[in-house]
Structure formats: C-alpha cells, structure tokens
T-cell receptor, first 113, second 107 residues
Framework: KAGVTQTPRYLIKTRGQQVTLSCSPI?????VSWYQQTPGQGLQFLFE???????NKGNFPGRFSGRQFSNSRSEMNVSTLELGDSALYLC????????????FGPGTRLTVL | EDQVTQSPEALRLQEGESSSLNCSYT??????LFWYRQDPGKGPEFLFT???AGEEKEKERLKATLTKKESFLHITAPKPEDSATYLC????????FGKGTMLLVSP
C-alpha cells in the first residue's frame, strides 16, 4: 500500500503571499489531519477532515484553512503569509478517527521570507 | 485541555547502554497513547499504540508500557540507527503531541 504523499516537498514564499499544500492519504483512509511542526512549539494540530467535512479544528487563526475532496485528498491553504508561518506542515491519515493510528506523510517545508 | 510532557528533552547513550524515555499525560477520555519515531526532515513514523494501563508492546529493541498517568519507552541495547526524536501523543478527539525526546546513540 502506498503511504501518505504530500506536495510540494519544499516551498519558499514571501510575506503576504498565499500558499496551498496538498495531501493524498493512504488508500481507504477517510480521515486526514494537518499539523504544523516548529522547533519551539513541536507538533500542533491544525484541523481534521472526514468525508469532506471539517470535524475538528485547532487553535490557529482563520488564515489557515483546508478542504477535503470526495477521493479523500486534502488541501490546506495559508493566506497572507507571515514569517512565523515558516514550518514543516505534516499531513496524517487514519482509517476512521484521529484517535486511531495516524500515518504521516513526509511533510512540506515552508519557508516565508 | 489535553497535555503531554516528555522527558528528558535530549538523551545521549553509548551503543548498548539501555535507558527509558518518559511521557506523562493528562487527558479527558484517553482513546489511545501513541509513540512515534521521527528522523530529521521526515514525517513521524508510527511505532506503538497503547490503550489501557498495564498494557505493553514490543518491537525489536523498543518496549512501550502504559500506566494511568504516564508511559515509558524502554530502549534495550540501543544501536546508532536508533538515533531519532521519539514523540508521544495522546488521543481523545484529536492527537496531542509532546515535544519529543531527541535520542543520540554513539558507537
């Protein structure tokens, strides 16, 4: 079975721009969660989608948004980028619920200049 | 609010020197405690899930145990390839992660 894939792997943007990241979950997995990882804060939960519906949301500003498509693929968007948005963005998929085992993709490294 | 604290933040071992990593947690309604391994620049790799106090799981040189307030990841006779950051997470409606223990095993 193919693992979780994320594209692109690396991105460099400037302040004020917006960015869209993509995640394809493991085949058959319907739950997709997004995390932001920084050296200071560790892994922080952004949001979780299940069957195209946002089921849980973390404590991030509205500039961070996401969606899920009918094939379970998910995208997250960050608008009006700030320097502090530089991070590794990780996507994880699970079978039914985020409290099941989650399997992570390799991440997208976003650098905001 | 769910909380996870991992200790130590960093640990340096000699090859073959066994040790334990700690994960203490507070959670409303534990639906699982998870251990992951993360190598630099990569996504976390799933290791174990523990569901109830007293449960233990093993994989090669790693053994995870769970009590009502903490979990331990025991590393027996580690090798340099065990060097990584080990992350603990608790699951309720979402996963809450600790900040990890960075393990370095020297030959």
């Amino acid at each position: 079975k193919a693992g979780v894939t994320q594209t692109p792997r690396y991105l460099i943007k400037t302040r004020g721009q917006q960015v869209t990241l993509s995640c394809s979950p493991i085949s058959g997995h319907r739950s997709v969660s997004w995390y932001q990882q920084t050296p200071g804060q560790g892994l922080q939960f952004l949001f979780e989608y299940f069957s195209e519906t946002q089921r849980n949301k973390g404590n991030f500003p509205g500039r961070f948004s996401g969606r899920q498509f009918s094939n379970s693929r998910s995208e997250m968007n960050v608008s009006t980028l700030e320097l502090g948005d530089s991070a590794l963005y990780l996507c994880a998929s699970s079978n039914r619920s985020p409290s099941d085992e989650q399997f992570f993709g390799p991440g997208t490294r976003l650098t905001v200049l | 609010e769910d909380q996870v604290t991992q200790s130590p933040e960093a640990l340096r071992l000699q090859e073959g020197e066994s040790s334990s990593l700690n994960c203490s947690y507070t959670v409303s309604g534990l639906r699982g405690l998870f251990w992951y391994r993360q190598d630099p620049g990569k996504g976390p790799e799933f290791l174990f899930t523990l569901y109830s106090a007293g449960e233990e799981k093993e994989k090669e040189r790693l053994k995870a145990t769970l009590t009502k307030k903490e979990s331990f990841l025991h590393i027996t006779a580690p090798k340099p390839e065990d060097s990584a950051t080990y992350l603990c997470a608790v699951g309720s409606s979402t996963l809450t992660f600790g900040k990890g223990t960075m393990l370095l095993v020297s030959p």
